[in-house]
């Protein structure tokens, strides 16, 4: 097994550059911690557990990361909030899982803004990648969700990510390196779970590589991404450029939004048109596409050719005007 932590957190931190990790006390993150203190770095720790006290267990593993605290004189952030309560209390209509990482998500970035750093390692691996592109895939989804995880994704670092889960509990095992076990990653009754131990570990069946294919096509996804990103780009920040030198003289009528020519739009490949609503999507929505359907895009692309003039379409955050012959948004 090869984890090259020293290399990995020369190329993202400076030597007295906080290092905040995102700890569950369960194998993943215990890997990475455990690895952290065998560096240079180990000074700059910092460990955040979050409770969201919805286990009898999560006491203990708190518990747990106090006491390696006290014993390799790292820096630990912890927080908890009842999330069950919370939930019925104030968001009836949202599930567990959403509320709690809500919760964890602000506590982080709480940590991030004390240490004033804007990067945070998580603990997600090949198989977490493999298993996310699974789930994605069964609920639809377009490219952003199928490629899912990579090395660095804004904040969020992920030095685990080529590696297999069975090659972490190996290492922790044989050097005898104490972690703990969330049992309701057992309950095939969660769909994920049961991707996790039912339906993925058959393809081992048909090819006993799958996971270092799969890896590839994901990163052949992401090739793909990055090509058609671009000619979004290029396509409207020309189209900007063009509409704004035509109608100077009426820029108060646009305001300083974004526009394009629907009959430019018109010439690109069905593809094409159909990654500009989802760009125009993912910028109007906190660099989010979750809520959009494929029937959402085909229905957008409707409303732009509809003989209708001076009409808006919206969903969610995206909003899209007609203006004779552009679209404003």
Not at 7 to 25: G, H, Q, R, W
Not at 257 to 268: A, E, M, S
Not at 273 to 280: A, F, M, N, T
């Amino acid at each position: 097994m090869k984890l090259l932590i020293n290399n990995f957190l020369e190329k993202y931190y400076t030597e007295d550059e906080p290092i905040i990790l995102a700890c569950s006390t369960w194998p993943d993150s215990m890997f990475i911690l455990y690895e952290i203190l065998k560096t240079k770095y180990a000074k700059n720790l910092v460990a955040c557990y979050f409770n969201h006290k919805l286990r009898t267990e999560s006491d203990l593993e708190e518990a747990f990361i106090e006491e390696l605290w006290k014993k390799h004189n790292f820096k630990v952030e912890i927080a908890d909030a009842k999330i069950k309560e919370i939930r019925d209390t104030f968001y009836p209509s949202l599930g567990l899982e959403e509320v709690a990482r809500e919760k964890r998500y602000a506590f982080l970035n709480a940590v991030l803004n004390i240490y004033n750093t804007d990067k945070i390692i998580t603990w997600h691996h090949l198989d977490d990648k493999i298993e996310t592109f699974f789930f994605n895939l069964a609920r639809w989804t377009k490219l952003t969700g199928l490629i899912n995880m990579t090395e660095k994704s804004g904040a969020l670092l992920r030095p685990l990510i080529n590696l297999e889960k069975n090659e972490i509990l190996r290492y922790l095992d044989e050097n005898n390196l104490e972690y703990k076990i969330d049992k309701t990653n057992f309950d095939t009754d969660i769909t994920r779970n049961k991707l996790r131990h039912d339906i993925i570990p058959q393809f081992e069946k048909i090819n006993w590589n799958y996971k270092k294919n799969i890896s590839n096509l994901i990163s052949y996804f992401e090739e793909i991404k990055e090509f058609l990103d671009k000619e979004v780009k290029d396509f409207l920040d020309e189209q900007w450029i063009l509409i704004f030198n035509s109608w100077k003289y009426k820029i108060n009528t646009l305001s300083i939004n974004w526009y394009f020519y629907i009959d430019d739009f018109n010439k690109n490949s069905s593809l094409l048109q159909k990654e500009i609503i989802r760009h125009i999507y993912y910028i109007s929505n906190n660099k989010s596409t979750i809520g959009l359907s494929e029937a959402n895009i085909i229905e957008v692309i409707r409303f732009i050719n509809w003989k209708n003039n001076k009409t808006v379409k919206e969903i969610k955050d995206m909003k899209l005007e007609k203006n004779n012959k552009i679209i404003i948004f």
